[in-house]
Each structure stands twice: as structure tokens, then as C-alpha cells.
């Protein structure tokens, strides 16, 4: 997948999350992590070759971010 921005907008672009409304939530919950580590800043930017993943799903390798 090719995402870009912060994780609420990442998170539906890459099939992670349904809606916006549900990263905030799974950011929220703790349910996300980013390299590894649990991560629940909605503003975080993401970078070429971050790994976010979601309780429960394969991880996401962001690309050209």
C-alpha cells in the first residue's frame, strides 16, 4: 500500500481501520503500534519504511511517505 500523513488518515487508506473514526479509537485503545512500539498520537507522521500494525491484522510497511 501507499500511504502517507498521519495515522488517522493511514489507517482506512491501508485497510487497517474502516473509517477515521475508528483509527482515533484504535489509536486510543493502544490497539496500534508503529515499528514495534504502541503508538497513540493521532498527528504522528509516518515515514519511508515505518511497519504500523493493528491488533489482530498483518502489519503495513508505509511506503514513499
Known amino acids: ?9 493511514a489507517l482506512p487508506i491501508s485497510g487497517l ?3 477515521g473514526g475508528d483509527a482515533k479509537a484504535l489509536l486510543a485503545d493502544g490497539a496500534v503500534s ?3 512500539e504502541v503508538d497513540t498520537r ?11 500494525s493493528v491488533a489482530g491484522e498483518d502489519p503495513v ?4 511517505a
Open 42 to 52: 493521532r498527528g504522528r507522521s509516518l515515514r519511508d519504511g515505518d511497519v504500523v
Open 1 to 9: 500500500y501507499k500511504v502517507t500523513g498521519v495515522q488517522t488518515c
Open 61 to 64: 510497511r508505509v511506503v514513499e
Open 17 to 19: 481501520a474502516d473509517t
Open 34 to 36: 508503529v515499528n514495534g
